[in-house]
């Protein structure tokens, strides 16, 4: 076996420095958006990944694909796909006419692994294939992600395989929707008709909004999802979904479906998340739809008060304490057994590959946790499923007021905004001009602390949570705070990479925003921020 050199250049220097006008792809200036999309995406990821791309399907990779092809790196790089493994053209073949199909497919072979040959001279591979879409919905690429297996298939190994192809499938898709109007909107500026601009901006957005819903999705079961409590009428929060779960029905208009309510008047008040908490009842509730594959089925949503003492804490296995149950019962064709204690894994999901990414029940799952609630599950196979949250009681009653945006804002305020992002900053900037503020932006915080003790003029202060990870979150708050006991903070989070539960400092000086941040978003917490800033502080 021939051994790599000990020092060779990284991908990415490779990549740059690489002769790509001598393919069929050309010089990288002249790329198609997509292809430059989906090699970064390739390049930033941790799983082994290879793409082919164009009419002879040239060759990319990432670093972590290194160690599975060997000697052939670093000229497998820019190759077409039919001369990098001419022994296995025939099932090359086999896999672009499926893929070119716009179906997903996996592919299992035996391989000498380059660093491990000693202690396990063979290994099981699987590569499984997605289509890729440029932008205009058109196949053009094929994306390969590496599972290495040794002796047999775990069953989370199965399940992540099902995970990404449902990720990569959706993604390609929205990205191309993203990408695809984007140019439109450029090429139809250029050619001054500009009246179609309105439906291009539309898809777009909705491709994007869609694409939040997934990243929420993972961040959510992760329990890496910064939540953002409120006290809540769980009664309220069905009764305000009822026309989304007709919906749903209408779009199951194969079969009939009914749908009752059995909600328990005098109800408690619970401490969550109510977008969350939404987002949990939607997907329990189209799993139900789903499971339900008869022409006609029954779904029943309930909610009851519950005070579980040991005896019955200790069979449910939960804390004993007072708990609003909500439960959605379905009559669908239910769970078999052996996936019963799999069904909230996040990495697992029984449908086909490539066929959306299966995450609903696992983000329902990771936010009653986050909520410190429970979920339960009780299935019987060919009879139904029956899913009940337990979110605990709140004892303290609690008015909750709801803000709106006032389009009469005065230049009366003025925003510190922190973040190492270039782009996040400019768009805060630019919202917080056009809402009626003033901006000032810096990229670290102890920029931010030297203008705070310069000036005492900031009303509020904007900061990238990244930011706070790389210091001890609660001494920041509390400094901040002490020094500057007038100041209100506003953060800025999309994925806490340490776990930091900001809801914890969530009150009346400081306030949550996830991201993707809208600009319809940014004016309602900016309108709380300054009425709360009005009570407390008046001129």
């Known amino acids: 076996m021939n051994v790599?050199?000990?020092?060779?250049?990284?991908?990415?220097?490779?990549?740059n420095t690489f002769e790509w006008k001598h393919t069929t792809l050309g010089e990288q200036k002249n790329w198609p958006s997509t292809l430059h999309t989906t090699i970064s995406l390739l390049m930033n990821s941790s799983l082994p990944m290879i793409l082919f791309w164009g009419e002879k399907y040239i060759t990319f990779y990432n670093e972590a694909y290194i160690p599975f092809i060997d000697f052939k790196h670093p000229a497998l790089l820019g190759r077409p796909l039919l001369e990098v493994w001419p022994e296995q053209n025939k099932n090359f073949n086999k896999i672009i006419k499926l893929v070119y199909q716009g179906e997903s497919f996996s592919y299992t072979f035996q391989q000498q692994h380059a660093k491990n040959s000693s202690s396990h001279p063979l290994q099981k591979i699987t590569i499984t294939f997605n289509p890729v879409h440029n932008e205009y919905n058109k196949i053009s690429g094929i994306l390969g992600i590496i599972t290495n297996i040794t002796d047999h298939k775990k069953p989370e190994t199965e399940s992540i395989e099902h995970l990404i192809g449902g990720i990569a499938h959706d993604f390609n898709t929205l990205l191309g929707g993203i990408i695809g109007n984007l140019e439109l909107m450029e090429l139809r500026i250029q050619q001054k008709k500009l009246e179609k601009l309105p439906t291009y901006i539309n898809a777009a957005q909705q491709a994007a909004s869609q694409a939040s819903v997934i990243t929420n999705q993972l961040l959510s079961f992760s329990r890496r999802q910064t939540l953002i409590p409120h006290v809540t009428n769980p009664n309220h929060i069905i009764q305000i979904l009822t026309d989304v779960f007709q919906?749903?029905?209408?779009?199951?208009?194969d079969k009939t479906i009914f749908l009752d309510f059995s909600l328990s008047q005098d109800i408690w008040p619970v401490f969550c998340d109510p977008e969350q908490f939404k987002t949990a009842l939607i997907n329990i509730?189209?799993?139900?739809?789903?499971?339900?594959?008869?022409?006609?089925g029954r779904i029943n949503i309930s909610s009851k008060n519950l005070s579980i003492d040991h005896t019955l804490a200790n069979q449910l296995s939960i804390k004993p304490d007072d708990y609003v149950k909500i439960s959605i019962k379905d009559n669908g064709k239910g769970i078999k057994p052996e996936y019963i204690d799999r069904v909230t894994d996040p990495f697992f999901t029984t449908k086909p590959l490539g066929k959306r990414a299966g995450l609903g029940l696992s983000m329902a799952y990771g936010f009653t946790r986050q909520s410190r609630g429970y979920l339960k599950l009780h299935s019987r196979y060919m009879e139904g499923t029956i899913i009940d949250l337990y979110l605990p009681r709140y004892r303290r009653p609690l008015v909750v007021e709801n803000f709106f945006t006032n389009d009469?804002?005065?230049l009366c305020y003025k925003t510190l905004i922190i973040s190492q992002d270039y782009h996040l900053r400019t768009l805060l900037g630019e919202a917080f001009e056009d809402l009626g503020y003033t901006a000032t932006m810096v990229k670290t915080y102890p920029e931010a602390t030297t203008l705070l003790n310069n000036s005492s003029n900031f009303d509020f202060i904007t900061i990238d949570t990244r930011?706070?990870?790389?210091?001890?979150?609660?001494?920041?708050?509390?400094?901040?705070?002490?020094?500057y006991p007038d100041l209100l903070i506003l953060f800025i989070t999309g994925y806490e990479k340490n776990f930091v539960n900001l809801s914890d400092f969530t009150d009346e000086k400081n306030f949550i925003i996830r991201q993707p941040i809208t600009y319809s978003l940014l004016a309602d917490q900016i309108e709380t921020i300054k009425k709360i800033r009005e009570k407390n502080f008046p001129y």
């Open 4 to 15: 790599l050199p000990s020092k060779l250049p990284s991908i990415q220097k490779l990549m």
């Open 247 to 253: 919906n749903i029905l209408h779009k199951n208009s």
């Open 285 to 296: 509730f189209t799993n139900a739809c789903e499971a339900i594959q008869s022409l006609t």
């Open 408 to 410: 009469t804002r005065q």
């Open 467 to 483: 930011i706070l990870q790389q210091f001890n979150n609660q001494n920041i708050i509390s400094t901040l705070h002490n020094n």
